[in-house]
């Protein structure tokens, strides 16, 4: 469990009133790690929301292939910065990571449990509305970064 302060602080969880930060802060921990440590790996199960405090993690596309099974490729895709959230396939089925984040420097981290979560979301229809629109929002932002990412590597 983690303080209601703590998520108060983020504008992501702005939406949320006090019964609502406190349920999510009951679920949720704070984790740190260390320079070049994984947070998330790709194709795994999402059982968690990742919020970032402090330090700096990057975000990475993994290609492998099912002909050679040596075969890793990463590309990097973004960094992420304090006040960013990750790891919004928790809340979206299939509920599989579809990339890799890696601690870039020390980072301390909100980990929100995943499944618990979404059961919140099924008894407060205002916390699920809320945390969808958050994520797209999110998830548009990732977006627009490939995009202006795509436009520099044809230029």
């Known amino acids: 469990m983690i303080s209601p302060e703590l998520l ?16 999510v802060a009951m679920i949720a921990v704070e984790k740190t790690y260390n320079h070049g440590e994984d ?4 194709n795994t199960p999402a059982s968690k929301l990742f919020f970032l405090i402090e330090g700096t993690a990057s975000y ?6 099912e ?16 006040g960013e959230i990750f790891g919004i396939s928790a809340l979206i089925e299939p509920f599989v990571f579809t990339a890799s984040v890696r601690a870039e420097k020390p980072c301390r981290l909100i980990e929100i449990d995943a499944s618990a979560l979404r059961a919140l979301c ?25 995009r202006v990412q795509l436009i520099a590597a044809k230029a």
């Not at 108060?8 to 349920?23: C, G, H, T, V, Y």
């Not at 990475?60 to 292939?65: E, G, N």
């Not at 075969?71 to 895709?77: D, G, L, V, W």
């Not at 407060?124 to 998830?139: F, P, T």
């Open 8 to 23: 108060r602080r983020f504008p992501f969880f702005s939406f949320m009133d006090d019964k609502q930060l406190k349920a």
């Open 39 to 42: 947070v998330v790996a790709n």
């Open 60 to 65: 990475y596309y993994i290609v492998t292939s």
């Open 67 to 82: 002909h050679d099974p040596y075969y890793k490729q990463e590309y990097f895709i973004s960094d992420f910065n304090p």
């Open 122 to 146: 099924e008894v407060d229809m205002q916390l699920s509305c809320g945390l969808m629109r958050a994520v797209a929002k999110a998830a548009m932002e990732r977006l627009q970064q490939t």
